[in-house]
């Protein structure tokens, strides 16, 4: 693509060409209407028809049925470690800490009740994931909460952990839409826009409708889900243009054949750089320790020092490879290879890799 460079930013992030390309067409006057998606009113039929049509496929990407709400919000996945406690937790909530962002949910959580972390990595920096065995659940919890893909840490669960009744809800801001799941595990899941689904703006949040009966009416109105559910996302002025691009992308998705399609894609990509840094002689390495908890979005690593390091992502940028350090906390590399991150992206990325060892 002419003037586009690899960008392996862990976000906000790629997003498919084509999307920004139809985005483009339709940038100054959507479809006849005479002006742009920004300029038009949330509660326009024009609008409607967009919010709607966001919703219905992604309901029909994950095959979310009718006793799930979902929801486009803001403020973040940030904002979301505080509104599922403030709604959800009555006095004790479980949390699986497997890095930065779990440990920043739990943080909140505390403001509102008791948390029992019912499994974590930490004394390992994150390098694994706790096993289903290691962890010590309450069935008493309100709820489970842990985080699909570590974004700095560059582990990922490849199935759920198992929590009986417990609701389980999860943060899958860095790999939603990655696969096809099994909605009906979760009591909810929400993610931020801005890995894999869009611009930063709009959190998604999807949630069994059986726990909107623990909103309580005392709840700030903004922080109620029961509200927003009731009020279809509507209760206030939504996150119109980034919604408007999320629909893009669902169909972007659907288009080219679907989750089942996307995974097969992600998991090619990602085998591409762990072979080959497996195959490397222990030049490159993978953070991760255990090989079944490596992320198929965001693959750390390590070379010999941090000297060449800092040699091998400059040399990158100066190749048109962005994006590619890692971050503070871990150090090394970090490869972020989302949905919209191209095959040919990542062959490129270890043919530089492959050309950087010989020569250093
Ligand atoms: C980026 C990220 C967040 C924070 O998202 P914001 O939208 O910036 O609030 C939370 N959780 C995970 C797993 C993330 O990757």
């Not at 996150?239 to 992308?249: D, R």
């Not at 490596?294 to 091998?312: A, D, G, I, Q």
């Not at 040919?344 to 530089?352: C, D, F, R, T």
Request: charged share 25%; net charge neutral; aromatic share 10%.
């Amino acid at each position: 693509m002419e003037n586009r460079i690899y960008n392996f930013s862990a976000g906000p992030a790629i997003m498919p060409v084509e999307v920004l390309k139809e985005a483009q067409e339709d940038f100054i006057s959507y479809k006849g209407t005479g002006m742009s998606v920004m300029e038009m009113s949330h509660r326009s039929k024009t609008y409607d028809a967009i919010i709607k049509g966001a919703d219905k496929d992604l309901r029909t990407l994950l095959n979310i049925g009718d006793d799930y709400t979902v929801l486009f919000l803001q403020g973040g996945a940030t904002l979301q470690f505080s509104m599922v406690p403030l709604n959800l937790m009555q006095g004790k909530a479980d949390y699986i800490v497997t890095g930065a962002w779990a440990k920043k949910a739990v943080k909140e959580a505390k403001r509102v009740g008791t948390v029992n972390i019912a499994g974590t990595s930490e004394s390992e920096n994150f390098a694994r994931l706790p096993k289903q065995e290691e962890l010590k659940l309450d069935p008493e919890a309100s709820y489970v909460h842990y985080t699909s893909n570590n974004t700095i840490f560059g582990t990922q669960y490849k199935t759920e952990p198992e929590v009986g009744n417990v609701p389980l809800i999860c943060d899958a801001s860095s790999d939603i839409l990655y696969k096809k799941i099994d909605i009906n595990k979760y009591g909810m899941i929400y993610a931020g826009a801005q890995k894999n689904m869009g611009p930063s703006g709009c959190t998604l949040v999807i949630m069994k409708k059986d726990l909107l009966l623990r909103s309580q009416d005392t709840l700030h109105t903004y922080l109620n889900y029961k509200i927003h559910a009731e009020n279809e996302t509507m209760y206030n002025t939504p996150a119109t243009y980034a919604i408007y691009l999320m629909g893009l992308v669902f169909k972007w998705l659907i288009k080219n054949g679907g989750l089942d399609a996307m995974y097969k894609t992600n998991v090619e990509k990602a085998g591409i750089l762990y072979d080959y840094m497996d195959s490397s002689d222990g030049y490159y390495k993978p953070t991760v320790t255990v090989k079944e908890d490596r992320s198929l979005m965001n693959v750390t690593y390590r070379l010999p020092n941090e000297e060449l390091e800092k040699k091998f992502i400059a040399e990158a940028a100066e190749k048109g490879f962005s994006g590619l350090k890692g971050h503070r906390s871990v150090g090394g590399i970090r490869a972020s290879i989302y949905n919209a991150f191209p095959t040919q992206g990542v062959a490129a990325l270890v043919e530089l890799m492959k050309d950087f060892k010989s020569k250093n």
